[in-house]
């Protein structure tokens, strides 16, 4: 489970510091219930071994992974709904230590890989193992 099961009373707005998951979490807004319902209903189709890892992310305090784990969880939901298969951080053949997200099968058979990046206004370009 992302957010704690409790009963919330604070309709007030997001305050200047809050972090995303701290306002969803303490937020009695009836939009911010629906945002919660929807990432809980995307992070039940997940592989439950990844899920620590992600709702770890999400409560990390930490926008930029607040909102990282997030779209990984939404991407997941959205393209097994459409009948692509999904395998969270693959090992890669060519030795890389690093893993993409997911590999992804779609439903006639053909693979590829899938990183998923969120543009931002602080996205730098990292190295990969393409580059080496």
């Known amino acids: 489970m992302i957010f ?41 189709g997940y592989p439950s071994e990844e899920t620590p890892e992600l709702v770890s992310r999400i409560r990390s305090g930490d926008d930029g992974q ?28 060519n030795g890389c230590t690093s893993r993409p997200d997911f590999l992804v099968r779609t439903p006639e058979g053909q693979l590829f890989y899938l990183e998923a990046v969120l543009a931002t206004e602080k996205t730098e370009k990292k190295g990969s193992c393409a580059e080496a």
Do not use: W
């Open 4 to 44: 704690n099961d409790r009963q919330r009373t604070d309709t007030s707005p997001m305050r200047n510091a809050e972090t995303n998951f701290g306002f969803l979490d303490r937020s009695a807004r009836p939009e911010m219930a629906t945002v919660r319902s929807f990432l809980e209903r995307c992070l039940s």
């Open 66 to 93: 607040f909102d990282s784990a997030s779209f990984e969880i939404i991407l997941y939901a959205g393209l097994t709904k459409l009948g692509y298969t999904l395998t969270p951080h693959p090992p890669l053949s």
